[in-house]
Nanobody, 120 residues
Framework: QVQLVESGGGLVQAGGSLRLSCAASGRTFSTMGWFRQAPGKEREFVAVINWSGGSTSYADSVKGRFTVSRDNAKNTVYLQMNSLRPEDTAVYYC???????????????WGQGTQVTVSS
């Protein structure tokens, strides 16, 4: 059974940092991504990484502040979030797919989400 379990969310002041983790079990995936959903808004793409880590993509709103990485030995993907802003407040979801990188929500598996709240 495939499971994606996120951790690392919480409350942080603006300008602070958090690191999210997503541990996958049941199989490995070529592509792993992060999405987020703020209250009253649609789920949006944040970052994605391929198997080797050599290819990544970021939403314009997080470029230069967020970094996605993965440890295939641990079957885990990370999202390092620096210089956090109140507008980064959302539930963050990990997602995984067997195909190549995409910034659309076309992922086969999703985690349950972890709340990130940034106070001003």
């Amino acid at each position: 059974q495939v499971q994606l379990v996120e951790s690392g969310g919480g409350l942080v002041q603006a300008g602070g940092s958090l690191r999210l983790s997503c541990a996958a079990s049941g199989r490995t995936f070529s592509t792993m991504g992060w999405f987020r959903q703020a209250p009253g808004k649609e789920r949006e793409f944040v970052a994605v990484i391929n198997w080797s880590g050599g290819s990544t993509s970021y939403a314009d709103s997080v470029k230069g502040r967020f970094t996605v990485s993965r440890d295939n030995a641990k079957n885990t993907v990370y999202l390092q979030m620096n210089s956090l802003r109140p507008e980064d407040t959302a539930v963050y979801y990990c997602a995984a797919r067997r195909g190549g990188i995409t910034t659309t929500p076309a992922y086969e598996y999703w985690g349950q989400g972890t709340q990130v709240t940034v106070s001003s």
